[in-house]
């Protein structure tokens, strides 16, 4: 069973959570984003906020497809005797719930470790979120990640290739 899948931490403290740890980390601002789940397409969350990195502001913006759920294990959901009272175990909208419980507490206690890591000296802010860090192309804002990712997959280079000594100009 993966980790967090049976938290029981409402998602409103979890990013209650988040908020607190960007203002105790010096984040100027933070925005929550949710896309629902639909039959063709697991929901998604995006956390952005604003930080003062070296006297540049860095916009991160951690976007993530919340998991489907796991089947369950029967077919039709099982009943059970409490108090005399039969109940049903979880339904598939108690499971996708779930999954978002498990998602926030999690990226809580991701975020959580990269600000350790950085206040540590582990790594610079740079290292550790550059992949999020916002970059507007075409009038459009993407991620850096969203950028490159596409460029890893397909094995192409990241960089230009070298000029020609023909085309470089020495300038002494």
Request: aromatic share 10%; hydrophobic share 35%.
């Amino acid at each position: 069973m993966p980790a967090y899948s049976s938290t029981s931490v409402p998602v409103e403290r979890s990013k209650e959570a988040i908020r607190k740890l960007l203002i105790q980390y010096g984040a100027r601002g933070v925005q929550f984003t949710e896309e629902f789940a639909t039959p063709q397409r697991p929901g998604r969350i995006n956390v952005r906020f604003a930080k003062d990195v070296d006297g540049q502001l860095r916009t991160v913006s951690v976007a993530l497809e919340v998991p489907r759920p796991p089947e369950p294990k029967r077919k039709q959901p099982a009943r059970r005797s409490y108090c005399g009272r039969s109940i049903s175990t979880k339904t598939a909208t108690n499971r996708d719930e779930q999954m978002y419980r498990a998602t926030y507490r999690a990226l809580h206690w991701w975020l959580k470790s990269q600000f350790e890591a950085v206040e540590f000296g582990l790594l610079s802010f740079e290292d550790v979120f550059l992949a999020h860090f916002e970059w507007i192309v075409d009038g459009r804002s993407t991620t850096v990640g969203a950028l490159i990712r596409p460029r890893l997959m397909s094995g192409g280079s990241l960089l230009p290739a070298p000029r020609p000594e023909d085309d470089i100009i020495d300038g002494d």
